[in-house]
């Protein structure tokens, strides 16, 4: 009952803090043991990209796809530091 709340206050609370985000390639459905690291989601993103792209052969047309973007949004999470 609180899964959009706490979204919104994760968010909140990472934008006026020094807290790198985190993704595991894992989490978006690879056999992989990638991480990506990296200031803020978007880079993080940028970074998945520029990762699925080169080691798992997605397209441009697939890391564009609005529901991957927010698939893979969602999988990012606070690094543990
Ligand atoms: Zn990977």
Redo the contacts with the bound molecule.
């Keep these: 009952m609180m899964t959009q709340d706490s979204c919104y206050s994760i968010r909140q609370l990472s934008g006026g803090r020094k807290m790198s985000k985190e993704l595991q390639?894992r989490d978006?459905g690879?056999d992989?043991?990638?991480v990506v690291v990296a200031e803020n989601e978007d880079d993080v993103l940028v970074q998945v990209a520029d990762?699925?792209r080169a080691?798992?052969g997605m397209t441009d047309e697939q890391l564009s796809d609005p529901d991957f973007q927010a698939s893979a949004r969602e999988k990012i999470h606070d690094q543990a530091s």
């Design positions: 390639c978006l690879f992989c043991d990638g990762h699925a080691v798992h």
